[in-house]
């Protein structure tokens, strides 16, 4: 490509909404433009880099035996009806109707769809296993679209779902994806650490994140240097120490009846300590949340066994729930764990108002003795003993609490964020903490689709039988960002030789007399060769052209200039020191270069 033919329009400086290294670089370079929040557009040179990711994706997915469809991007909203996710979904869902009016959904996601198309054509036992995959657009209307296309409204996403007999079939396929998945991100110079993203409710190793670690991070990763685990800060589980007493001892039982204290100006934990002169250790703290979409069986509980649920795709929930969640003084709930120990789409804290409707005071004398609303107790609490808590009356707090004696928990659950310092729940290991992206996620949904959108096939027997799924994500674009987060100086991008837009550069100083001539040649040579190569025809000052190259982050870079001639001066971008080598053997070595460093990282 000569660059007067492409499109190469570089920016001195980022935009102010660029905040992160690869969004300015992104934009600097000129590989995207914005259209609107969250939605970018890969120009030119970015494309090449984009459709690179997407080619290294698909031949290890074609390798490992997965078959490509193309499904569309426009999904009837009927079937996410059908699965029972319209409601839960419809903060995130772009949702229109047709002229018939009916409902029609911007993919974000294609569980349903891909079940759907398979129900299709299923029958037999014979068919299966099979993992079909599709790399498509989604939407998403994320709250808050930022760094660039890291968390685009848009984006462009790899999705599989497979399908098995059998949990020992599932486990074969959800193992090869994850391989294909390693491979991937080895390929493109990214380093990825494989976290585990279950909260233990859900049961097994049922789900991975692959998080690429940096400390611009969405994420925040709990790991532990003696054994392998590695949990997203989201859903990290660990161990639940014996609760100690002001005295740093383990907490006693004790007989004392409970004792009502007058604490007119305490609200917080600090006031709690200084009010009583105890460790917030030894306080129950008691938070009112609310719950969506509770899926929990909550017939035996007083205040909700008359509460009608509501029943789609074969799932039974109560849309709006509030539970009273204890957790010891020192410690903080963690809501995506408690959402999913409550079989809920969604928890959070509830407002004033609500918190007054169900424990009757406000939050700061919330406590569990006496309250209505069902107590979700942390195991952080199941050992405390003589504690304090909030009286359940305004301006009072309760000493000498005896969990069990003076209140039982609707429920036992582990609820709590788990932080550096915290201990291992396998080994008993110390965590320490790392900042990550999630590049991509690959998940054991077992009959979560296939039960709600009846799919069936014929066992040997030719009984009916419910196959099971796994599905398997990752971002094109957010992997892309993530190379160039992780390869760039205070130049510009230093791509990997996979990713690389361009392999090589040609820049004559000036493009006319021998430079011209010889430019040309090693650009036809390389071209020959089959590198990608992009000759610097443009009429600007030699600074602008290296500036540029530099930005851009092409991995090697040939100058013509009339000073070194018969030599050429070659510069790999991530190495300081030039060499001068005659222009005649220029493309020979240059092509032997590209060529070794494709093969280490494709190896
Ligand atoms: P996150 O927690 O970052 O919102 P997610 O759990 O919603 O991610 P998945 O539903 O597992 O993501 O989607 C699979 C992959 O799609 C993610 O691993 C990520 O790489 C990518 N992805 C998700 N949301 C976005 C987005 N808004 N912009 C770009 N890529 C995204
Ligand atoms: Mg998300």
């Known amino acids: 490509m000569k660059a007067t033919k492409t499109l190469i329009s570089t920016l001195r400086e980022a935009p102010n909404d660029a905040v992160i290294a690869s969004h300015q670089l992104m934009m600097r370079s000129g590989l995207i433009r914005k259209l609107g929040n969250g939605l970018y ?62 409902d029609m959904v911007v993919s974000p996601t294609a569980e349903e769809a891909f079940t759907a198309l398979v129900r299709d054509g299923l029958s037999s036992y014979k068919q299966l296993p099979f993992t079909l995959y599709q790399i498509n657009t989604k939407y998403r209307d994320e709250i808050r679209p930022r760094y660039g296309v890291m968390r685009g409204r848009e984006f462009t996403m790899m999705d599989a779902y497979s399908f098995d007999k059998d949990q020992e079939d599932l486990n074969a396929s959800y193992d090869n994806v994850a391989a294909a998945y390693h491979r991937i991100f080895k390929r493109m110079g990214l380093s990825t650490i494989s976290v585990k993203a279950d909260t233990g409710s859900m049961g097994g190793s049922g789900s991975e994140e692959f998080m690429v670690e940096s400390p611009v991070g969405d994420d925040t990763l709990l790991l532990c240097p003696k054994c392998s685990y590695a949990a997203n800060v989201e859903k990290a589980a660990c161990q639940t120490e014996i609760p100690l007493n002001s005295e740093g001892k383990p907490q006693v039982k004790t007989d004392l009846p ?24 030894t306080f129950l703290k008691a938070l009112v949340y609310k719950v969506y979409n509770c899926a929990l069986d909550l017939s035996k509980n ?11 795709g074969g799932i039974s929930y109560i849309p ?38 169900y424990s009757g005071v406000p939050h700061g004398f919330v406590g569990p003795v006496g309250i209505k609303i069902p107590v979700i107790a942390d195991k952080s609490t199941v050992d405390m003993h003589d504690c304090i808590a909030g009286a359940g009356k305004t301006g009072f707090h309760l000493k000498h609490v005896e969990p069990g004696r003076d209140f039982t928990p609707f429920m036992t659950a582990d609820v709590r964020t788990c932080k550096e310092g915290d201990k291992c729940p396998d080994c008993g290991g110390t965590f320490y903490m790392k900042k990550g992206n999630e590049l991509g996620h690959i998940f054991k949904l077992g009959t979560k689709y296939t039960k709600s959108m009846n799919v069936t096939y014929l066992d040997v027997s030719g009984k009916p039988v419910t196959p ?10 957010r992997t892309l960002a993530s190379i160039i987060e992780g390869h760039n100086d205070d130049k510009g991008i230093v791509w990997p030789m996979t990713v690389a837009p361009y392999h090589v550069a040609v820049i004559p100083i000036q493009y006319k007399d021998k430079m011209k001539e010889v430019a040309d040649k090693i650009y036809s040579e390389l071209n020959a060769e089959g590198i990608d190569v992009i000759l610097d025809d443009r009429n600007e000052r030699p600074g602008v052209k290296f500036t540029d190259s530099e930005l851009i982050g092409y991995p090697v870079r040939i100058v013509v200039g009339d000073k070194n001639l018969p030599n050429v001066e070659v510069k790999m971008r991530n190495k300081d020191e030039a060499n001068l080598i005659p222009f005649e053997e220029a493309s020979a070595k240059v092509a032997e270069y590209v060529r070794e460093e494709l093969k280490k990282l494709n190896k």
């Open 41 to 102: 557009a890969y120009m030119p040179l970015g494309y090449r880099s984009f459709m690179k990711v997407q080619k290294i994706i698909r031949e290890e997915l074609d390798n490992a035996g997965l078959l490509e469809i193309k499904p569309t991007v426009i999904q009837p909203g009927d079937l996410w009806r059908e699965s029972g996710r319209w409601d839960k979904m419809s903060g995130e869902m772009l949702t229109a109707q047709n002229r018939q009016g009916q």
């Open 320 to 357: 709006e729930t509030f539970f009273c969640v204890l957790i010891r003084g020192d410690l903080d709930v963690n809501e995506t764990k408690l959402a999913a120990e409550l079989k809920s789409s969604e928890a959070e804290l509830a407002n004033d108002e609500d918190v007054l409707k």
């Open 258 to 281: 409970i004792e009502e204290i007058a604490t007119p100006n305490v609200f917080s934990i600090e006031d709690m300590e200084k009010f009583f002169g105890e460790k917030s250790t």
């Open 468 to 477: 099971l799924m796994g599905c398997y994500g990752i971002g094109v674009d």
């Open 302 to 312: 007083e205040f909700y066994k008359n509460t009608k649920t509501v029943t789609e």
